[in-house]
């Protein structure tokens, strides 16, 4: 399990990312999730199966039960500087 001291020295190696409180993600999906978005999502994927000749053994799943979409107060998250994918 990584602890303190590994992340102090991931963050000294990457000094793009800052740790920050995150954005609840309700509002995001919320307008993200029209079918053109959808329908893009899909090409998007397809174009990447295709390229990289994924295997079914490559697939992966995960299930988003637990993942909350409001964060508490006190949740901090590591992500690049100065980036919000969704400002309003």
């Known amino acids: ?28 999906r919320a307008r993200a999730l029209n079918k053109v978005q959808i329908d893009q999502y899909f090409q998007m994927l397809s174009g990447v199966l295709d390229h990289h000749k994924f295997l079914p053994n490559d697939y992966w799943n995960m299930d988003e039960t637990g993942i909350t979409t409001v964060p508490s107060k006190n949740t901090k998250v590591l992500a690049t500087k100065g980036y919000r994918p969704f400002a309003v």
């Open 1 to 28: 399990m990584a602890g303190w001291t590994w992340l102090n020295g991931f963050r000294h190696r990457n000094p793009t990312i800052s740790l920050r409180s995150p954005e609840s993600t309700s509002a995001a």
